[in-house]
């Protein structure tokens, strides 16, 4: 007889008996323990891949920051955030003063950078008559310092809270009432450009360079290095959902460890549609393929991003190839919001004569 276990019960009301029989087939039994093997594997490689994945999660990479120097015509500000942390600033002149400035710009420096880089990546937009608010992130050169936090390359909700409190300051500023705000940033502070601006919702243009998802950055990397511990007919078997869930593990672990929380690019950037935005990718980066950028640009929208791919350039040094072009294609993409605003104001205006027209009209007619 093919059964496990048969069990009978007898019971007091009116003499009745019930016979009960528990029926499991031996290919059940089977079927559990296979079930309870493969998730322990599956458990046993999750904890395998987080532990060999983190430590290089973690490093830092080698990245070539070049120093900055303060400029003059740089009037210090200081910025607080909602979390009273004081932000180092400086309000940098644009570089004809004998004009009004059409709009301000607002700068936030790489890893490891200063805001006083904003004077080499930003000078398109100093050229084409913006004035510069450039600003240390927290636990980054003057600015105020967090206890128990050690900054990396990967952006946290710490970078885009101080990111969302300087674009807030410049906006209320009076002398750039009604121009065009535009965001710019390089690498870490591309990203933090990115997310605050997709947050608040009012900034008109935002300009990045070097900007990577941390997902998506896993995932390369998971496909790059895998193979020196697993054979590789291992990694390319595993389905790609399974591996990216595996993977974020490794975040989670990390974000635990650190006390922080690292941005989502892709959950962030669809609220960026809208705003016209410009991703300048670095061909030749050793660190961050080229179709990173490119995924982001359509995680905002084909039509409002465009990505420039500057095919021999290194890490964040896509100006050190051809200054006179990266500054010109910043400058044009910047002045393109102050035509925007521009024909708002003509719109505002036409609408507005056609509204007293309207009641002047009212008016005549009720008379």
């Known amino acids: 007889m093919d059964r496990s276990a048969v069990r009978q019960r007898e019971t007091g009301f009116r003499g009745h008996s019930e016979r009960v029989v528990l029926v499991v087939d031996y290919w059940q039994i089977a079927l559990l323990v296979v079930l309870g093997v493969l998730l322990a594997l599956d458990i046993g490689f999750r904890i395998f891949a987080v532990t060999m994945a983190l430590p290089m999660f973690e490093r830092q990479p080698p990245f070539n920051v070049k120093e900055s120097s303060p400029v ?3 009037t210090p500000r200081d910025i607080t ?3 009273d942390r004081r932000l180092a600033a400086n309000l940098i002149s644009r570089d004809d003063t004998t004009r009004d400035a059409v709009g ?16 080499r990546y930003a000078a398109g937009l100093r050229k084409a008559g913006f004035d510069l608010l450039t600003v240390d992130f927290r636990n980054q050169g003057d600015s105020d310092y967090e206890p128990d936090y050690k900054p990396s390359h990967w952006p946290t909700e710490f970078e885009i809270r101080d990111a ?3 674009l807030r300051f410049a ?7 009604g121009k065009p705000l535009v965001a710019f940033g390089i690498s870490r502070g591309g990203s933090a450009a990115l997310i605050a601006s997709a947050r608040l919702g009012f900034v008109d243009r935002v300009i990045c360079e070097g900007v990577m998802s941390i997902d998506a950055m896993i995932m390369y990397f998971t496909y790059r290095w895998a193979e020196l511990y697993v054979p590789r007919w291992f990694i390319r078997g595993l389905p790609r959902w399974h591996l990216a869930s595996t993977m974020k593990l490794v975040r989670i672990v990390s974000q635990y460890r650190k006390g922080v929380r690292y941005v989502v690019h892709e959950q962030e950037l669809p609220y960026l549609k809208g705003t016209p935005t410009l991703i300048i990718a670095d061909g030749n980066d050793s660190y961050i393929p080229t179709d990173i950028p490119q995924k982001l640009a359509r995680r905002i929208g084909d039509e409002w991003a465009t990505v420039w791919v500057v095919k021999k350039a290194k890490h964040n040094q896509a ?3 051809n200054p006179d072009e990266y500054d010109r294609r910043v400058a044009e993409f910047a002045t393109s919001a102050v035509d925007d605003h521009i024909a708002g104001d003509e719109a505002d205006a036409s609408n507005a004569s056609a509204h007293s027209t309207c009641k002047a009209t009212e008016n005549v007619t009720t008379a």
């Open 72 to 74: 003059d015509r740089a």
């Open 104 to 119: 301000i710009g607002v700068f936030f420096p790489e890893f490891a950078g200063s805001r006083w880089s904003a004077v």
């Open 164 to 166: 969302a409190a300087v």
């Open 319 to 321: 100006r050190d190839l």
């Open 81 to 83: 955030t909602r979390d």
């Open 171 to 177: 906006r209320k500023i009076p002398d750039y009432e």
